[in-house]
């Protein structure tokens, strides 16, 4: 009898390793048998709970969005890892006992009925107040037992910071489009306006109307073209026309087109001067680029900074190599960018000063292909700039040295 009370005692505890020695056939002996089968099926189906909850936990902390679930009151009773890095708590236990909304900070909007009963199966709320960081959107759905009754309620945190940010953006990138364009559109139909009002018969006022009519339909077809091409690298369907250029000699190439414009005025348009200082390698540095679209590059890097350089301003043009990539950049002494505006300068329609950059042409979707363009390229493009000191712009591009062996082989091929 002592012996069976002890392993009793025992397996209530948790441990099954014993088993009672049964000596008689009787009674006694008999009952000691069905405490040792007891005790092995308990062990039994202890260890296929502890194997679910493994599965269960191990499901829970693979998956990529947080998981609380509660028990009927709204205590917490189960969090996954995703589900405290979200709330900001490093243990499990910092959140188990405590009431959903608290940890969620919706009490002041929701009861723990609001958020079990809905029409659907599960309520959204979305939340942007866990941090600073992130926006998630909370779906809530009661655990029921098949007889109806609601033992608690699972609560699955899924990150949408970037979805909402991009929606923001398109947004944004909307009411630009059609800002952009009206205020052309605006100045180019009080001007027609004008000239139908007599100025065309105006031997001074009509050419110079027409001529800005002219100007602005050019820049909206600019900047449409412009459109065009972001929307092309945006959905990914930009066809590049890769070789590999000695880009050295391209950068020259580009400069000369620049200096050749110098001593044109007629092309410039004004009659500020400016240098360019070059300090190009002689190394041939063979690149794979898209020529055409490099060109462009460089091309809107160098008009900038032509048009902020002040007169008489130097625009030192550089090109070093590294083992893995080459570096050219474009310097200028020009007005340069407020540090807090540097950032911004590659987003699409940013202008540090919008009327000035409309005056000069300029669409404010230059940098912005730039940056498309280089990355594409697989490189970066970056700038550091002084206020009143002027602006450097930076391209690195990947670059692969060819040893001289692959060279004799390709000529040995051909
Ligand atoms: P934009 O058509 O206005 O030139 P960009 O995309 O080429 O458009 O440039 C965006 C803005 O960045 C410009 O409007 C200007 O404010 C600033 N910026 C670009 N290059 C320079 C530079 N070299 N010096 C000073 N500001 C610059």
């Not at 070059?278 to 091309?299: A, C, G, M, Y």
């Amino acid at each position: 009898m002592k012996k069976i009370r002890g392993q009793t005692l025992k397996i209530a505890q948790g441990d099954f390793t014993g088993r009672i020695k049964v000596r008689a056939n009787d009674e006694l002996g008999q009952l000691a048998g069905a405490i040792n089968n007891l005790s092995i099926r308990v062990e039994e189906s202890q260890e296929s709970i502890d194997s679910e909850r493994r599965r269960l936990d191990s499901v829970l902390s693979h998956m990529t969005d947080g998981v609380l679930a509660t028990d009927r009151r709204g205590n917490i009773i189960i969090a996954n890892n995703l589900a405290l890095e979200m709330l900001g708590v490093s243990a499990e236990a910092e959140l188990i006992g405590k009431s959903i909304l608290d940890m969620l900070d919706i009490r002041n909007k929701y009861t723990f009925r609001d958020l079990m009963e809905s029409e659907q199966d599960y309520n959204e709320v979305i939340l942007d107040n866990l941090s600073d960081e992130i926006i998630v959107s909370a779906t809530f759905s009661p655990i029921q037992r098949e007889s109806g009754f609601v033992s608690g309620m699972v609560c699955v945190l899924h990150d949408i910071t970037d979805q909402v940010q991009e929606e923001e953006e398109r947004k944004q990138f909307v009411s630009n489009v059609s800002h952009e364009l009206r205020t052309p559109l605006t100045s180019v139909r009080s001007y027609v306006e004008a000239l139908g009002d007599g100025a065309i018969n105006d031997p001074e006022l009509g050419p110079k109307f027409l001529q800005v009519v002219e100007d602005e339909t050019d820049r909206m077809i600019r900047m449409i073209n412009d459109l065009l091409s972001l929307s092309r690298m945006d959905a990914g369907t930009t066809k590049l026309d890769l070789e590999y250029v000695n880009i050295s000699e391209l950068f020259n190439y580009i400069l000369d087109r620049f200096d050749m414009i110098i001593q044109n005025d007629e092309v410039t348009g004004t009659d500020k001067q400016y240098s360019i200082d070059r300090h190009i390698t002689n190394k041939s540095l063979w690149v794979e680029i898209d020529p055409d679209k490099f060109t462009q590059v460089i091309d809107n890097i160098m008009n900038n900074a032509v048009k902020y350089s002040p007169d008489g301003g130097i625009i030192t043009a550089r090109l070093t190599d590294t083992h893995n990539h080459v570096i050219l950049s474009i310097a200028d002494q020009g007005l340069g960018i407020p540090r807090k505006d540097l950032r911004h300068v590659f987003d699409r329609f940013f202008r540090v000063d919008k009327a000035r950059s409309r005056k000069q042409g300029g669409t404010g979707l230059g940098l912005a292909i730039s940056k498309e363009v280089v990355n594409l390229l697989g490189g970066q493009i970056w700038v550091n700039s002084t206020e009143g000191k002027g602006s450097t712009f930076y391209i690195a591009l990947p670059y692969v040295q060819f040893e001289e062996d692959d060279w004799d082989d390709q000529v040995d091929e051909g």
